[in-house]
T-cell receptor, first 116, second 113 residues
């Protein structure tokens, strides 16, 4: 149980275009989802926390207009990278919490974004 | 105060040996400490986690030792195997912080056959 999927697993896009990444909890309802960014050989950097039906809370330094997060249902959150540039190329990972008082985060497999 | 310091950055262990990774934190409000394993190109997977009311937790070959007074915790991998070669991250979380994780910088473990 507690499986989180991400789609797509890899995406290549041209500079200036937008890319949408989906994160789904497959067998549980995720009241809270998190979006992380990971550069090669580095740790996970939290970008934002999203709660179903409300606006995402962004970490300091993360541009909310560039990284649009929508958590429209208890099983789906999306991250849209708008007007992507090569420096946005990274590994994006989502995670989800089951229930409102749970510590354990279940992570998705990640999405490799390459902007050319 | 929100940082979690992790060491060493990399570790090489012989097969069958013990791998030890350490983490330290400052914020005493943290009340949940998980360890994650990550293989290249994959998302992190939970190995084991501990709350500050216990000093040790063991699951199979993985043990967390927790020292509340020193604000340190460590992961011990017994009988290390080549399949354990991965990057390991410690993290800290607290209920008052919306359960978000503060991750350590990671340790790249290589177990030699």
């Amino acid at each position: 149980g507690a499986v989180v999927s991400q789609h797509p697993s890899r995406v290549i896009c041209k500079s200036g275009t937008s890319v949408k990444i989906e994160c789904r909890s497959l067998d549980f309802q995720a009241t809270t989802m998190f979006w992380y960014r990971q550069f090669p050989k580095q740790s996970l950097m939290l970008m934002a926390t999203s709660n179903e039906g409300s606006k995402a809370t962004y970490e300091q330094g993360v541009e909310k207009d560039k990284f649009l997060i929508n958590h429209a249902s208890l099983t789906l959150s999306t991250l849209t990278v708008t007007s992507a540039h090569p420096e946005d190329s990274s590994f994006y990972i989502c995670s989800a919490i089951s229930g409102g008082r749970s510590y354990e985060q279940y992570f998705g497999p990640g999405t490799r974004l390459t902007v050319t | 105060q929100q940082q979690v310091k992790q060491s060493p950055q990399s570790l090489i262990v012989q097969k069958g040996g013990i791998s030890i990774i350490n983490c330290a934190y400052e914020n005493t409000a943290f009340d949940y400490f998980p360890w994650y394993q990550q293989f290249p190109g994959k998302g992190p997977a939970l190995l084991i986690a501990i709350r500050p009311d216990v000093s040790e937790k063991k699951e199979g070959r993985f043990t967390i030792s927790f020292n509340k007074s020193a604000k340190q915790f460590s992961l011990h991998i017994m009988d290390s195997q080549p399949g354990d070669s991965a990057t390991y991250f410690c993290a800290a979380s607290m209920a008052s912080g919306t359960y978000k994780y503060i991750f350590g910088t990671g340790t790249r473990l290589k177990v030699l056959a």
